[in-house]
Nanobody, 116 residues
Framework: QVQLVESGGGLVQPGGSLRLSCAAS????????MTWYRQAPGKERELVAT????????NYADSVKGRFTISRDNAKNMVYLQMNSLKPDDTAVYYC?????????WGQGTQVTVSS
């Protein structure tokens, strides 16, 4: 049974940091590209950061470059999103995604709220 379980969300003040985690199980994690998406109220889901299988390489949305860092630990079947210098515009539900060719797995999401 495939599972992606996000954790680490919460309420943080502007300028603060959070580290999101995504625990994967039920599939061969190491061969899947992993991506964090987010969806704010009334907005479409958007890509935040991706980490590939090879090397691996990373890619970020312009809005988070220099503030967020995605990483993976294939030995633990985990992917992380370190979020620094958080802004109110980062408030959203953050989702973990695993993709390989036409196969897509999604987590249930974790809420991140940036507010004073």
């Amino acid at each position: 049974q495939v599972q992606l379980v996000e954790s680490g969300g919460g309420l943080v003040q502007p300028g603060g940091s959070l580290r999101l985690s995504c625990a994967a199980s039920g599939f061969t994690f190491s061969i899947y590209t992993m991506t964090w998406y987010r969806q704010a109220p009334g907005k479409e889901r958007e890509l935040v950061a991706t980490i590939t299988v090879s090397f691996p390489s990373t890619n970020y949305a312009d809005s988070v470059k220099g503030r967020f860092t995605i990483s993976r630990d294939n030995a633990k079947n985990m992917v992380y999103l370190q979020m620094n210098s958080l802004k109110p515009d980062d408030t959203a539900v953050y989702y973990c995604n695993a993709r390989r060719y036409n196969v897509d797995y999604w987590g249930q999401g974790t809420q991140v709220t940036v507010s004073s």
